[in-house]
């Protein structure tokens, strides 16, 4: 787990330059190009128990994109003495003897429109009534089984994937034409 944010700049400043998440234990794509945004955005409003088919509420983070989470995210949830959100974009949460809990997952996680994956599978899902929450950590394995990211699809929470900055790695998005060398003046 790492809690040093710098971990999870990778792509470097926001609008730097697409980027391609790739997992650090195989090397496979798991992004197509994405743009960094400068921070994480508020999640849209989103009245899901008015909504008539259940399902996950809108992306938080626009597709194409990515942002840096700076705050800790998902599993581990410890016991703690002051009420308040478990983790970012998340209400409060208590054990089952009332006491309040907030994450100690790690921060700089990757934070994506879930829709931008590519090739990941869901290994568990913490209890929920139509999606996946990130209340029992990472969830979605890469095809070769190193599990990468956590999932919240759940209806009632914010949709948005975390690639775990210490399994995946950003590799700069190759443009077509780009590193190809063009005609130049004969001798040079």
């Not at 798991?30 to 996950?56: I, K």
């Amino acid at each position: 787990m790492h809690d040093d944010v710098s971990v999870g700049v990778a792509g470097g400043a926001a609008g730097s330059g697409a980027m391609v998440f790739v997992c650090a234990a195989c090397g496979v794509a798991l992004t197509g190009p994405l743009e960094r945004l400068p921070a994480v955005p508020e999640p849209p409003y989103f009245p899901w128990w008015e909504s008539d088919e259940r399902g996950p509420s809108p992306a938080t983070v626009p597709s194409g994109r990515y942002a840096i989470e700076t705050e800790h995210y998902g599993a581990p949830l410890v016991v703690t003495d002051m009420p308040g959100p478990a983790m970012p974009r998340r209400g409060t949460m208590s054990d089952g003897h009332g006491r309040w809990l907030v994450s100690r997952g790690p921060r700089g996680n990757i934070v994506i429109d879930p829709d931008d994956a590519r090739g990941l599978e869901l290994r568990h899902a913490s209890a929920a009534c139509c999606g996946a929450t990130p209340d029992g950590g990472m969830n979605q394995a890469c095809a070769c089984g190193t599990l990468v990211a956590t999932l919240c699809s759940d209806c009632c929470l914010p949709y948005e994937l975390h690639l775990s900055a210490a399994h995946v790695r950003a590799v700069p998005a190759v443009r077509p034409g780009a590193g190809e060398a063009g005609p130049g003046p004969a001798g040079q």
